[in-house]
């Protein structure tokens, strides 16, 4: 694994409709090979908490469910890169939505003295997203979430901590997974064109198992087989 890990870009960009597992691939390639999983929502929580200028307005979007302007997010994002470690391993998760963002992003990268190695894309299906997706449950009480097929509580829809019934939240219901990943797909297309077009882009299928994606993962990722 070490052999492997060793090729692991130092800096990934990683995209993918909601319900694609993409932070679970991430948070397993930093267990295994290390590096870091960066995002905005973590960003926004934290600077938010610490009242770092521009931070407050930001998460205003953020309650709201609007996106926050790209210049205040990469604002806040030079800010936000400067707690990690220049030597680590970066996988950003979902930070470039626009092909608005793409400059954008390449000047932060350049800023930190970065290049973007690849781009990961999680491709899913409608139709697998809605057999993923619906198939989610949350705990009204104290917000757990479960996945009847791969995150199963132990007694059939109760929450273990609370055992209370547990629930489909009104985003996983197949019309409103359709609508959202018609959306994606709309505004994600032109994001992947100008990163296929540098040939940095690795398309990977996210319907199988989580083992499976992650070994395509790895082997997309260094060229290794096996």
């Not at 057999?131 to 449950?137: D, T």
């Not at 009204?140 to 273990?160: A, N, Q, S, T, V």
């Not at 609370?162 to 197949?174: A, F, H, M, N, S």
């Given at each position: 694994?070490?052999?492997?890990?060793?090729?692991?870009?130092?800096?990934?960009?990683?995209?993918?409709?909601?319900?694609?597992?993409?932070?679970?691939?991430?948070?397993?390639?930093?267990?295994?090979?290390?590096?870091?999983?960066?995002?905005?929502?973590?960003?926004?929580?934290?600077?938010?908490?610490?009242?770092?200028?521009?931070?407050?307005?930001?998460?205003?979007?953020?309650?709201?469910?609007?996106?926050?302007?790209?210049?205040?997010?990469?604002?806040?994002?030079?800010?936000?890169?400067?707690?990690?470690?220049?030597?680590?391993n970066?996988?950003?998760?979902?930070?470039?939505?626009?092909?608005e963002?793409?400059?954008?992003?390449?000047?932060?990268?350049?800023?930190?003295?970065?290049?973007?190695?690849?781009?990961?894309?999680?491709?899913?299906?409608?139709?697998?997203?809605?057999?993923?997706?619906?198939?989610?449950?949350?705990c009204?009480?104290?917000?757990?979430?479960?996945?009847?097929?791969?995150?199963?509580?132990?007694?059939?829809?109760?929450?273990?901590d609370?055992?209370?019934?547990?629930?489909?939240?009104?985003?996983?219901?197949?019309e409103?997974?359709?609508?959202?990943?018609?959306?994606?797909?709309?505004?994600?297309?032109?994001?992947?064109?100008?990163?296929?077009?540098?040939?940095?882009?690795?398309?990977?299928?996210?319907?199988?198992?989580?083992?499976?994606?992650?070994?395509?993962?790895?082997?997309?990722?260094?060229?290794?087989?096996?």
């Open positions: 694994m070490k052999a492997i890990c060793k090729k692991i870009p130092k800096t990934i960009l990683f995209l993918g409709p909601s319900g694609s597992g993409k932070d679970t691939q991430i948070d397993l390639l930093a267990e295994k090979c290390g590096g870091k999983n960066i995002g905005t929502g973590d960003m926004f929580r934290t600077l938010y908490e610490e009242k770092v200028d521009g931070s407050v307005e930001a998460y205003e979007y953020v309650k709201k469910g609007i996106w926050v302007p790209d210049e205040l997010v990469y604002r806040l994002f030079s800010e936000w890169l400067k707690r990690f470690d220049r030597e680590e970066w996988y950003f998760s979902q930070v470039v939505r626009t092909p963002q793409v400059p954008l992003f390449d000047g932060l990268m350049e800023s930190v003295g970065r290049t973007l190695d690849s781009v990961v894309h999680f491709a899913l299906s409608k139709e697998a997203a809605v057999e993923r997706m619906s198939l989610r449950r949350v009204p009480k104290c917000g757990r979430d479960f996945h009847l097929k791969f995150d199963k509580p132990k007694i059939d829809e109760l929450c273990d609370c055992g209370v019934k547990l629930e489909t939240r009104d985003d996983d219901y197949p409103a997974i359709m609508q959202r990943m018609e959306e994606y797909e709309n505004k994600v297309k032109p994001v992947l064109d100008i990163y296929k077009k540098r040939g940095i882009l690795i398309e990977i299928d996210a319907s199988p198992s989580i083992q499976e994606i992650h070994k395509t993962l790895l082997e997309r990722l260094t060229g290794a087989k096996g």
